[in-house]
Every structure is written in C-alpha cells, then in structure tokens.
C-alpha cells in the first residue's frame, strides 16, 4: 500500500522509467507467462527460467517469444547445488538483473496471461524489489480463473494446467519446459477468449 | 529458435512442399510463423474478404473450403493435418473466392507470404506443388489449369468432383462486335478465331449474338446482303445467366428459351459487363464427368490408389447429389454400380497379379454390398467359392484362392473399405471354400440352426456375385430356397434376430441414446434403426421365396406386392429406410466415418420429428414378423 513511500528516496534504474512511460497507452498485446522458480517463498526462493509467447489478433506470434534461463549462481551455491544442466543448455542465459531488464523490455504494457498467474507476478515483483524497481504494472488474466468463469464452478479448487488441457483436447508436448507450458496456456487462452467472447 | 518453433519445424518437414525446404529455410518459417486457433464451425475466412497476408497450414483438426453456386454452399475440399491452402494470395490480388471454415476445434499454422516469397525463388517444386493445389482449391480458377504440371492420371477430369453441379467451365473472353459491324466482318472473326458465336454490345451491356445458325439461314440463304450490319441478323435479347451458374440451370435455361449460348454477365442481367459465354458444348463437356465415365475409369486403372482417387469421387458425388435432392433411390443404384465396379477391379488386379485361376470360381459380396446399400465407405463382407476339383489338386486349389482373397481384401483396405470386424471375407479359410462346402455349410445352417447359431450371421443371406461364375451363385441361390421352404426352425431364428435389435424409442417416445463410451449421447442409427428394417426384409423376402432382390428398399416394395393385405405397413418402411438411410449418410459424409452414430442435437428440430416418425413403421413391422413367425422357439 505504501509502496511509493518506501521508495520515494530511490532512483529507480533507467529500464524501470522507460518501462512506466510505456502505460500512457492501452496494450492490445498479449504476453503468454510461465516461469520456473526453484520454490514458493519469496525470500529464499528464486526464479531459474521465465518464458512468453505474445498473442495479437487471436494468433499466437512464435517471432514475439521470449525465454531465457536465469543464472542463479549464488543461490545453488549457497544450496551447494550443481549447476552442470544450465552449462550445457544451448539456451539463452542471463544473470538474474540482466534477465529481468530484458524481459521487462519485452513486456512492456501487455498484458500478462499466465496460470495461476499471481505466483509468478509475485516471484517477479520479488525479484524486481531486489533491483530496486517497483511492482508490474501491467494486467494480469488468469486461464483457471477465466475457465472457471466460464463454467460457472464456485467451488475452491484449483484446476491444475494438466487438467485443463485434458478439458479443452490441448495436444500434449513431449516436455514440461517452461517454453511448452506457456505455448499451452497461449492455446488454452486462445480457447478460453473465444468462448468467453473478450474482444 | 525455441522449442515450440523447432517443433512446428519438425511438423512441417513431414509435409509437402515443405519436404522439400532446407533446415535452415524451415527453420526461418517456423520462428516467423503466427498459430491460429479455430473453434469448430469458426470461419477463418470468407469469399470475398480482402486477403490475409499468410497462407495456411492444419496442424490439427479439418478445415472445410467451400464455394457457393446456386445460392448455396458446396464443400469443395476438406483440408486435413498437413494440407496447406488460402494460397491465393500468392498468385492473386482479388480478394477470396472461397470460404474457409473450421469442421471441428482446429489449429492452423499462419505462414506469412513475406517470409515464404522469397524461398520461391529457388525452389521451382515447392512453387510447382503450391500452383497445383491453388488450382485444385478454385474449380472456377480454370485458365490456370494450363500451367500445372501433375503426374496423376486424373488430371484431365480433376474438377469433376463437383459433377453435375458444378459451376461450368466457359469460354471467358467471347467475341465481341458492335450493332455497326457488318456481317461480314463479323463472320471473318468467328472464321478467324474458330468460335460460332459473337456477341454484339453495346456500352457494355449484351444486346445480342450471331451465332453459326443465323448466319447459315439468313446469309447463306440470300435473305441478307453480307455487308449489312450485324444488328439486323443477330438472335436478340441474349438469354443472360450470372457467373456462377450451375450445369443443370444452365440446361435448363437453354431448354426453356430454346437458345444455344448463354451470356455470362456480373449481375446476371443484360445491363452488366460481359464475362463470357456458356455454349451447348460446354455443357457436354462437364457432363463428361459423369458416373458412366468413373465406372469406365475404374476399368482402366492399374493399382489400389487409382481406385481410392475413384472411390474418392463417388463420395464426392453422392455428397453434392444428396445436397441436390435427388431421390435416393437413385443416388443408391448409381453407387452401387460404381462400388462393384471397384470390387470387380480389385479382384482382377489380384489376378493379373498371381495368374489366372485354377478353377472356377465366384467372388460374392455380402452384408451392405451384397445389398447395394452401400453408399458411405462401411467395411468390407465377402465370401469366394471355387467348383470342386479332385482332391489331389484341392491344397494347391484353395491355396491359390486363399491368396486372391488376401490380396483383394488388403487391395480394398487400402481403397478405404475397412475389413469386416468378424472376418467374413474371402481372404478367411472359414469362407473361401469349394461349391458342395458352401452347400454343405448353408444346409447346415438352416437345417440344423439351433446348433450352428456361432457362426451363422444374417448376412451372409443378402449375396450378390461380383466377378466370376454366375452358376454358382444360382447354385447357392437354389440351396437356400429349396431349404427356406417351411423351415420354420430356420425363420424363427432370423425372426429373433429381427427381433432381437434395441429399440430406438423410450416407453415416452424419447430416443434411447449411447449411456457411455466416445459416442454417448448419440443415437446409433444403424443397430437401433436400420438394421431391424433389413433384417425384416430379409426374413419376409425368404418366406415369400423372392428371388434375386437384395436392395432393402426394392424388396419392401416387392413384398407390398406379394402381401397386398399388408402393403401400407411394406411401402412405410421402404419410405422410413430411405430417410433412415438418407440421415446417416449426411452424419457419415459430414464426419468422414460410418455414420453409424447421429448426434442428434445437430439435427434441425424438423428432421428429428421426420426421424421419430421414421420409427414408427418399425414396430408395425415388428408386429407383423412376431404374428406371421408365432415366434417360440428360441425366444
């Protein structure tokens, strides 16, 4: 609530002002989210790998993609992990600011679609905290909640990305990566949009 | 390049033309390309809509391309996991001329034309394959059917899926004159250009046309000077039609205006641009894709995938005859023809194949094809006889038939005639048997039916003979007469089968549908509608001792004949089969599968009333078998 007090006395880094300039103007972009992290606390835990397809006009835009792999040396150190599988990953790496500045360049105003989306706008916020930047601003939708909506199911339970995409016939991808889950959510979204009837 | 796009990659390389792209070509689609999600019936575009920058690939569900003709919509292509299509904006920049609209939940691959152009460039087959399927989308695209180069034998007759139907192809740059041309001068451009017509405008509207005829009886007979001006000798008003006319109102309209060329005009009035002119012969040269002309196909092709283009055809053509409202009666006789001059091919090419056979022999198809009923691709029943011969040369005999059923069976499979679930075909020891086996095992059946009810199926009494001896099947006809005569052991056990089927309706005349399994909620019309009525028939047309008539519905309407007392009860079952029938060959058409099970909430509320009522004939017939049979003894 009084985010702004705490930082009053900041300077934010340039990519965070260039970032909230950017919301004079309304998005018609889309930016399908799912990231890795290697737990659920906000303090200990960090996020190991963020992906994004960005949908425009009900199609999903294979070019507009983003996906990196954070490199999180100080933490599988101080968990005395191995960190063998991302050397050898042809993947892009970033360490943890460089790959936040990118992907909030990606970002940009979209809006963030993602499942059970507040986990992963709270792990960022949480690592944007670190950098001294502010919360995302952007829009966030949920596809378990917009599935929800959609059948009108009141009762508490979460319905896990698997079983979504068993109910809407999503063909199932060989991995789980984070890149093949967003890729399921931009589907399931696609979906979920047409039969919600969002403009 | 992500995960996703190397997977999309790897999709497209198992597809033409992409087969043919580098790594590094596929690789710069598949980062570039936008995925499409359709819901079913979702239309992706429409004719006339401007066109998209991209073209399209499935990459999972069926997109139908249609056009119209006579204010209605004709499927003419439906695109399939891999089919590409929405090329036109590659060759043309007019907008659509077809509609693309999901069949069912689909994903398309949008393929921007930027990124692919360039790799045209140097890739000479990939614009060939593209060219060839742009044309064989657009059935009015005609004047590029010049340029593809196809090595299928069907090129020639390529468009004739549309048949009768279909919109015509013209001559789409007529001549044209002015009222002030002399006759003359309007005869040396026919001479010249080898046309018999020409049309006179004026500001663009038709006002008339020479033709052969009326230079014949009003030149050459003196009548008129040859220099005077044409408008004096011209057939006027032209009988005008729009663009998309169809073949039969064309003919139509020539009959009725007793004229020998229509003009082609935008709006179809005589106050538009001209866009060409349909003569007689144009209509002879679409009908030459005619039934007729399949069956002469079927007869000169040479392996099963000629066949399966054929059988393709048929389907094509059943599809736009039933669309067209003609009687099913009809559409059936034409089919069958055709199917059995499929069957008979693919015997024969087994033949050529493993040489002539040893002895005589008939190949008889039973179940639905042995009915002629068979109009959707349903599976494949059969049953081959060879004569006796000495039982020295029986193995080398039944080992050389064994053979010719196996190969014909898996011929027909490849055509898309599944094998029969219950092995009742030619190519299983059990049925591919000498002529006084067969007599033995029909006397065995109806004789001594209560012990032999494992193996005997109804459907081996509804046999029509294919290729082969037409003794033998006199033969097996014989047999089974001779034993249906006051068999009442035999009669009771078809009756019970008649019987013994699920009823369609409820105690509150509701349709019992499938409670569970991939068909739930689906009605199956064939167990629980049709099949009562042919196995009906088949036990009345027995006990009747008709000979020779296996169609469902001919043999209602013989036993309307033989049993006047009860020919109401007879003709409303002819009529509930041919709507029953009617019913599931639409579902099956639609879906591309058997047609076995109806979704009934996608039928109109109309139809599902006439359904109801299809129903009702059922029961009388029911009454009628229990009450003629008295029905005890298994039951």
Same mark, same amino acid.
């Given at each position: ?36 992290a ?27 993609s ?12 101080d968990?005395?992990?191995s960190n ?21 360049e ?94 | ?21 580098? /790594? ?32 399209y690939?499935?990459?999972s ?14 499927i ?9 299509f ?23 691959y ?15 087959e ?30 020639s007759?390529k ?31 026919m ?35 040859i ?33 020998t ?16 002119v ?42 736009s ?76 005999v ?21 094998l029969?679930?219950?092995g ?25 039916t ?15 003979l ?35 089927k699920? /009823? ?7 349709f ?30 027995l ?73 009702i ?12 049979f ?6």
């Amino acid at each position: 609530m009084l985010d702004w007090l705490k930082h009053i006395n900041k300077e934010h880094p340039e990519f965070w002002k260039e970032y909230l300039t950017k919301f004079s103007k309304k998005s018609k972009r889309y930016v399908i989210l799912s990231t890795k992290a290697t737990g659920d606390s906000l303090e200990k835990d960090v996020i190991t790998f963020i992906s994004a397809f960005a949908v425009e006009n009900d199609t999903i835009m294979i070019k507009d993609s983003f996906e990196t792999i954070l490199l999180q040396y100080r933490f599988l150190h101080d968990n005395h992990l191995s960190n063998e599988y991302i050397i050898e990953s042809r993947l892009m790496k970033l360490s943890e600011p460089e790959a936040l500045k990118s992907f909030i360049e990606y970002l940009g105003n979209g809006i963030i679609v993602g499942h059970q989306i507040e986990k992963d706008v709270a792990m960022i916020n949480a690592t944007l905290e670190r950098m001294d930047c502010g919360k995302l601003r952007n829009e966030a939708l949920d596809i378990d909640i917009m599935h929800r909506k959609l059948h009108e199911i009141t009762e508490d339970r979460e319905f896990s990305l698997d079983e979504l995409s068993d109910f809407y016939k999503i063909q199932k991808t060989e991995g789980d990566s984070a890149t093949e889950e967003a890729y399921k959510i931009a589907l399931l979204f696609l979906k979920l949009k047409h039969k919600l009837g969002l403009k | 390049m992500n995960i996703i796009a190397e997977q999309i990659a790897e999709f497209l390389k198992n597809h033409a033309p992409f087969n043919q792209l580098t /790594s590094e070509e596929l690789a710069e689609i598949a980062s570039n390309i936008r995925v499409v999600n359709l819901e079913k019936k979702q239309t992706l575009f429409k004719i006339n809509d401007a066109l998209h920058d991209s073209f399209y690939v499935v990459a999972s569900g069926v997109v139908n391309i249609s056009v119209i003709v006579d204010a209605e919509e004709n499927i003419i292509d439906k695109c399939h996991e891999g089919s590409i299509f929405g090329l036109r904006p590659f060759f043309a920049k007019n907008n659509y001329k077809v509609t693309a609209k999901a069949r069912e939940d689909s994903l398309v691959y949008a393929i921007p034309i930027s990124v692919f152009k360039p790799l045209l460039a140097n890739n000479a087959e990939v614009l060939n394959f593209l060219l060839e399927n742009f044309a064989s989308n657009l059935p009015e695209d005609r004047s590029s059917k010049g340029n593809l180069v196809s090595d299928s034998g069907f090129y020639s007759e390529k468009q004739s899926e549309a048949q009768f139907f279909q919109t015509l192809a013209y001559n789409t740059t007529p001549l044209l004159a002015t009222s002030d041309n002399t006759a003359q001068e309007v005869a040396q451009m026919m001479a010249e250009s080898l046309k018999n017509n020409v049309i006179i405008f004026e500001k663009n509207g038709p006002i008339g046309i020479v033709t052969h005829a009326d230079l014949a009886s009003k030149i050459a007979t003196g009548r008129y000077p040859i220099n005077i001006p044409v408008s004096n000798i011209m057939s006027s008003p032209v009988v005008t039609v729009l663009e998309n006319v169809s073949l039969a109102e064309a003919q139509l309209l020539m009959l009725k205006n007793n004229v020998t060329h229509l003009c082609v005009t935008i709006d179809g009035t005589d106050k538009s641009t001209i866009k060409g002119v349909i003569s007689e012969h144009d209509l002879i040269a679409a009908q030459a894709s005619n039934p007729g002309v399949l069956i002469k196909e079927i007869k000169r092709s040479l392996s099963s995938n000629e066949l399966k283009e054929i059988r393709k055809r048929l389907t094509n053509l059943i599809q736009s005859s039933i669309q067209k409202n003609i009687p099913l009666t009809h559409i059936t006789n034409i089919a069958s023809e055709i199917n059995f001059a499929i069957l008979k091919r693919a015997v024969e090419l087994s033949i050529l194949d493993l040489g002539s056979p040893p002895a005589r022999y008939a190949w008889i198809s039973i179940g639905s094809q042995g009915r002629k009923e068979q109009l959707l691709l349903t599976d494949q029943d059969s049953f081959l006889v060879f004569e006796d011969v000495p039982q020295n040369k029986y193995i080398e005999v039944k080992d050389y038939f064994l053979k010719l059923g196996k190969k014909t069976t898996a011929t027909l499979e490849k055509i898309g005639y599944e094998l029969c679930p219950y092995g009742h075909m030619g190519s299983n020891m059990m049925w591919c048997k000498s002529l006084s086996d067969w007599i033995k095992q029909y006397n065995n059946w109806m004789n001594a039916t209560r012990e032999n009810t494992d193996n005997l199926s109804s459907i081996f009494f509804d046999y029509e003979l294919v290729i082969g001896e037409q003794k033998i099947e006199t033969a097996i006809n014989n047999i089974i007469f001779e034993n249906a005569n006051n068999n009442a052991l035999f009669f009771d056990f078809l009756g019970n089968e008649a019987l013994r089927k699920n /009823s369609a309706l409820s105690f509150f005349k509701k349709f019992i549908v499938e409670e569970e399994g991939i068909h739930k909620d689906k009605f199956d019309i064939k167990t629980r509608a049709l099949m009562p009525l042919i196995d009906g028939a088949r036990l009345l047309i027995l006990s009747y001792d008709i000979k020779g008539i296996n169609n469902t519905y001919t043999r209602f309407k013989q036993l309307a004949i033989a049993d006047p007392k009860h020919s109401e009860i007879y003709l409303n079952c002819a009529e509930a089969y041919l709507f029953l029938t009617k019913i599931r060959t639409l579902e099956g058409l639609k879906n591309e599968n058997s047609g076995q099970y109806i979704n009934l909430e996608e039928l109109s509320k109309i139809d599902r009333e006439k359904l109801k009522n299809a129903l009702i004939p059922m029961k009388e017939l029911e009454e009628l078998i229990k009450d003629k049979f008295q029905l005890t003894q298994f039951s």
